[in-house]
């Protein structure tokens, strides 16, 4: 699905799922989040976005917005972080061995000396390859 950063189509959405037009509710916003990104959060997840803004039971459309605008950044980060990782995959294996990575990097970066010992900080587990955890971690992304 698309990311939707557009302003007036995160307001008509509030707007659709809004009752009272000024608040979406828990359930609501659920509703609404599925309407903009494809995705439901859990309950919990919810819960814990109404909790961490101080919103109450209520979030009103400007929260919402900025919500959604964020998450949406997020999104895109995601999907460039996993463009990369299957560029570096070249085993397509869902993890990169440690002869992938010097390739790639080398690749990308023939004069860098370095390589080595960035492996070695992104395998965060030491088993010899970087998972999607450690090449997060590596990106400083949580």
């Known amino acids: 699905m698309a990311l939707v950063t557009d302003p007036e189509r995160i307001r008509s959405v509030f707007l659709k799922y809004s009752t009272d037009s ?20 859990s309950k919990s997840m919810v819960e814990r976005l109404y909790r961490d803004l101080e919103v109450g039971d209520a979030m009103d459309i400007q929260t919402f917005s900025s919500v959604q605008l964020e998450q949406a950044k997020l999104r895109s980060t ?6 990369i990782f299957q560029t570096f995959d070249w085993s397509c294996n869902g993890f990169i ?15 860098f000396s370095g390589a080595e010992n960035l492996f070695e900080k992104a395998d ?6 970087i998972s999607w955890r450690d090449f997060v971690s590596l990106m400083g992304v949580s």
Do not use: C
């Open 124 to 129: 965060w587990d030491m088993d010899g390859r």
């Open 22 to 41: 000024t608040h979406l509710t828990r359930q609501q916003y659920k509703l609404a989040s599925l309407a903009i990104s494809g995705y439901k959060p």
């Open 78 to 83: 995601s999907e460039t972080l996993k463009q």
């Open 97 to 111: 061995s440690k002869s992938d990575f010097l390739r790639a990097v080398n690749d990308v970066m023939p004069n």
